[in-house]
């Protein structure tokens, strides 16, 4: 199975949020500091709710918070999608 390249894009978005600190959007989503923390720095996949509540903190969408990364390995000659 692939796995996806997921970035975020929390510290930007925090910023752009008043410069909201990582304590404030942990406080906002009922997690820890450290927890965002691990998230921002992809050391750590937070749940599809937590995620969403990540979102909904910085006043944006989920797609926005978190990116997949295409990848060329994605276009494979086994069937995959080729670059058109």
């Not at 894009?9 to 410069?19: K, V």
Request: charged fraction near 30%; avoid cysteine.
């Amino acid at each position: 199975m692939e796995r996806l390249n997921i970035i975020n894009n929390i510290r930007r978005l925090r910023f752009e949020n008043g410069e909201m600190t990582q304590r404030a959007l942990a406080e906002k989503v009922g997690v820890t500091r450290q927890t965002i923390l691990a998230i921002e720095k992809a050391k750590y996949s937070p749940t599809l709710e937590l995620a969403v509540l990540i979102a909904r903190a910085l006043g944006t969408t989920l797609d926005e918070v978190f990116v997949v990364e295409d990848s060329e390995e994605s276009t494979d000659e086994s069937g995959g999608k080729g670059k058109e």
